[in-house]
C-alpha cells in the first residue's frame, strides 16, 4: 500500500497516569533536541504524585469511546488519514498520515477535541486536565515503520478492553 509519508506514531497518556520516576522509565523533555531518559526512581515519582493538581484520570469505557469517535472527527475534518487508533484506559497510540502538518499540532489538535468532547458529554470536569503535557511523537518514513507501527497499535496492547 503506498502512503503520503511521513506518517507519525503518537503516543499520549493521561493525566497524572504516568509519572517520572516510575517503574517503566519515562522521558524528561530538555528541548526540541535533546530529551534525557530518566530511570526508575520512588522518591522522584512520590514527588511528582504528591505535585498532582487533582487525581489521576482513567478513562472507562464510555470515556474511551468519547475519545475515540473525538480522535477520528477531529482527523477528518483536517483531512489526516487515520492508519491505527487504540485508546486504553490510561493512553491513547495513534498512526497517522498528516503530510503538511507537524506532529506537535496533531497531537494538540486531536486532545484538544478529545478533551471537548469529554466535557461535552459530562464525563469529566470543566477545569481538571484530562491528558499529560506533550506525548511521543515518532516520524514513520517508510512502509515498513508505518505497518510495524498499526500492527503494535492494533495487536500489541494487550486483550480489546470492553
Not at 469529554?118 to 514513520?140: F, N
Amino acid at each position: 500500500m503506498y502512503l503520503d509519508l511521513p506518517a507519525y506514531f503518537i503516543t499520549f497518556t493521561c493525566y497524572g497516569t504516568w509519572l517520572h520516576g516510575d517503574q517503566r522509565g519515562s522521558t524528561l523533555k530538555r528541548s526540541k533536541r535533546l530529551n534525557y531518559a530518566l530511570s526508575p526512581n520512588s522518591q522522584r515519582q512520590r514527588f511528582n504524585r504528591d505535585s498532582l493538581r487533582h487525581a489521576p484520570v482513567t478513562l472507562n469505557a464510555a470515556m474511551r469511546d468519547v475519545v475515540e469517535t473525538a480522535i477520528r472527527e477531529a482527523c477528518a475534518f483536517k483531512s489526516w488519514s487515520v492508519l491505527a487508533l487504540n485508546v486504553r484506559t490510561n493512553h491513547v497510540h495513534l498512526v497517522v498520515v498528516a503530510p503538511t502538518v507537524a506532529p506537535d499540532r496533531v497531537v494538540s489538535t486531536v486532545k484538544a477535541r478529545a478533551t471537548f468532547r469529554l466535557r461535552e458529554a459530562g464525563l469529566t470536569v470543566a477545569d481538571a486536565a484530562v491528558w499529560c503535557e506533550g506525548g511521543s511523537k515518532r516520524w514513520l518514513n517508510d512502509q515498513r515503520s508505518v505497518d510495524e507501527a498499526c500492527r503494535y497499535v492494533i495487536h500489541g496492547q494487550g486483550p480489546d478492553l470492553d
